[in-house]
Protein backbone atom coordinates (compact mmCIF):
# COMPACT_ATOMS: atom_id res chain seq x y z
CA UNK A 1 0.00 0.00 0.00
CA UNK A 2 1.05 3.52 -0.73
CA UNK A 3 2.06 6.69 1.18
CA UNK A 4 -1.42 8.17 -0.15
CA UNK A 5 -3.64 4.95 -0.29
CA UNK A 6 -2.72 4.51 3.42
CA UNK A 7 -3.91 8.31 3.76
CA UNK A 8 -7.34 8.04 1.82
CA UNK A 9 -8.57 5.22 3.88
CA UNK A 10 -9.35 8.08 6.19
CA UNK A 11 -11.38 10.38 3.72
CA UNK A 12 -13.31 7.32 2.48
CA UNK A 13 -14.02 5.93 5.87
CA UNK A 14 -15.22 9.40 6.89
CA UNK A 15 -17.88 9.58 3.73
CA UNK A 16 -18.40 5.87 4.83
CA UNK A 17 -20.13 7.12 7.72
CA UNK A 18 -21.26 10.16 6.48
CA UNK A 19 -23.53 8.05 4.19
CA UNK A 20 -24.50 5.79 6.57
CA UNK A 21 -25.73 8.60 8.64
CA UNK A 22 -28.19 10.04 5.63
CA UNK A 23 -29.47 6.84 5.76
CA UNK A 24 -30.27 6.00 9.40
CA UNK A 25 -32.17 9.74 9.20
CA UNK A 26 -34.07 8.26 6.27
CA UNK A 27 -34.32 5.27 8.23
CA UNK A 28 -35.94 7.17 11.03
CA UNK A 29 -37.64 9.43 8.96
CA UNK A 30 -39.39 6.34 7.64
CA UNK A 31 -40.42 5.00 11.17
CA UNK A 32 -42.46 7.86 11.81
CA UNK A 33 -44.23 7.84 8.50
CA UNK A 34 -46.04 4.24 9.50
CA UNK A 35 -49.36 4.12 8.56
CA UNK A 36 -51.89 0.47 9.44
CA UNK A 37 -52.09 -1.05 6.43
CA UNK A 38 -54.61 -4.21 5.47
CA UNK A 39 -53.13 -7.92 5.97
CA UNK A 40 -52.87 -9.39 3.30
CA UNK A 41 -54.04 -12.67 4.55
CA UNK A 42 -57.31 -11.15 5.06
CA UNK A 43 -56.90 -10.91 9.32
CA UNK A 44 -57.69 -7.00 9.40
CA UNK A 45 -54.90 -4.58 10.07
CA UNK A 46 -51.16 -5.28 11.17
CA UNK A 47 -50.29 -2.99 13.99
CA UNK A 48 -48.14 -0.08 13.58
CA UNK A 49 -46.20 -1.45 16.95
CA UNK A 50 -45.80 -4.85 14.69
CA UNK A 51 -44.55 -2.58 11.60
CA UNK A 52 -42.23 -0.37 14.17
CA UNK A 53 -40.37 -3.31 15.50
CA UNK A 54 -38.59 -4.25 12.54
CA UNK A 55 -37.56 -0.55 11.32
CA UNK A 56 -36.31 0.18 15.02
CA UNK A 57 -34.41 -3.62 14.80
CA UNK A 58 -33.24 -2.16 11.38
CA UNK A 59 -32.02 1.01 13.05
CA UNK A 60 -30.38 -0.64 15.79
CA UNK A 61 -28.62 -2.46 13.20
CA UNK A 62 -26.93 0.37 11.51
CA UNK A 63 -26.14 2.00 14.73
CA UNK A 64 -24.15 -0.39 15.12
CA UNK A 65 -22.46 -0.75 12.03
CA UNK A 66 -21.68 3.41 12.18
CA UNK A 67 -20.06 2.69 15.91
CA UNK A 68 -18.01 0.59 14.36
CA UNK A 69 -16.79 2.67 11.56
CA UNK A 70 -16.41 5.78 13.91
CA UNK A 71 -14.41 3.27 16.23
CA UNK A 72 -11.93 2.53 13.08
CA UNK A 73 -12.17 6.24 11.99
CA UNK A 74 -10.97 7.40 15.38
CA UNK A 75 -8.22 4.72 15.49
CA UNK A 76 -7.15 5.24 12.23
CA UNK A 77 -6.90 8.66 12.91
CA UNK A 78 -4.83 8.55 15.87
CA UNK A 79 -2.16 5.92 14.15
CA UNK A 80 -2.01 8.36 10.87
CA UNK A 81 -1.34 11.03 13.34
CA UNK A 82 1.46 9.65 15.07
CA UNK A 83 3.25 8.65 12.01
CA UNK A 84 2.61 12.31 10.29
CA UNK A 85 4.06 13.63 13.26
CA UNK A 86 7.26 11.22 13.02
CA UNK A 87 8.00 13.12 9.98
CA UNK A 88 10.89 15.46 10.32
CA UNK A 89 9.81 18.72 8.18
CA UNK A 90 7.05 20.96 9.92
CA UNK A 91 5.90 22.01 6.60
CA UNK A 92 5.30 18.82 4.99
CA UNK A 93 3.55 17.37 8.63
CA UNK A 94 1.03 20.71 8.09
CA UNK A 95 0.12 19.71 4.38
CA UNK A 96 -0.35 15.70 5.71
CA UNK A 97 -2.06 16.49 8.42
CA UNK A 98 -4.29 19.18 7.30
CA UNK A 99 -5.44 17.29 4.08
CA UNK A 100 -5.76 14.06 5.75
CA UNK A 101 -6.14 14.45 9.49
CA UNK A 102 -8.25 17.33 8.99
CA UNK A 103 -9.91 16.38 5.59
CA UNK A 104 -9.41 20.00 3.72
CA UNK A 105 -9.97 20.88 0.13
CA UNK A 106 -6.37 22.05 -1.50
CA UNK A 107 -7.46 25.56 -1.77
CA UNK A 108 -8.18 24.94 2.55
CA UNK A 109 -4.47 23.60 2.59
CA UNK A 110 -2.84 26.23 0.55
CA UNK A 111 -4.69 28.95 2.29
CA UNK A 112 -3.70 27.61 5.77
CA UNK A 113 0.10 27.09 4.60
CA UNK A 114 -0.09 31.11 2.83
CA UNK A 115 0.44 29.50 -0.09
CA UNK A 116 -0.92 28.21 -3.76
CA UNK A 117 -2.53 25.41 -4.80
CA UNK A 118 0.06 24.01 -7.18
CA UNK A 119 2.49 24.42 -4.38
CA UNK A 120 0.58 22.85 -1.62
CA UNK A 121 0.54 19.75 -4.43
CA UNK A 122 4.30 19.81 -4.83
CA UNK A 123 4.69 19.96 -1.29
CA UNK A 124 2.17 16.83 -0.42
CA UNK A 125 4.24 14.63 -3.03
CA UNK A 126 7.40 15.78 -1.38
CA UNK A 127 5.15 14.81 2.07
CA UNK A 128 4.06 11.55 0.58
CA UNK A 129 7.93 10.42 -0.43
CA UNK A 130 9.04 11.16 3.05
CA UNK A 131 6.05 9.64 4.71
CA UNK A 132 6.74 6.54 2.42
CA UNK A 133 10.43 6.54 2.69
CA UNK A 134 9.93 6.47 6.88
CA UNK A 135 6.98 4.06 7.09
CA UNK A 136 7.15 1.78 3.95
CA UNK A 137 7.56 -1.45 6.14
CA UNK A 138 4.58 -0.64 8.00
CA UNK A 139 2.47 0.44 5.05
CA UNK A 140 3.23 -3.13 3.41
CA UNK A 141 1.32 -4.85 6.94
CA UNK A 142 -2.31 -6.08 5.95
CA UNK A 143 -3.94 -3.98 8.21
CA UNK A 144 -7.59 -6.27 7.45
Not at 26 to 43: C, H, Q, V, Y
Not at 52 to 58: H, L, N, S
Not at 64 to 74: E, G, N, S
Not at 136 to 143: E, F, P, W
Request: charged share 30%; hydrophobic share 40%; glycine share 6%.
Amino acid sequence: MTAKQYLRQLRRLDLTIKAKLVQLDELRSLALKITPSPDPAGGGRKTNADRICGIVAKLIDLERDIDKAIDRLIDLKKEAAEMIDGLDDDLLRLVLTHRYINGRTWCEVAYELGCTPQWAHKLHARALTEFEQKYGAVLTVDRS
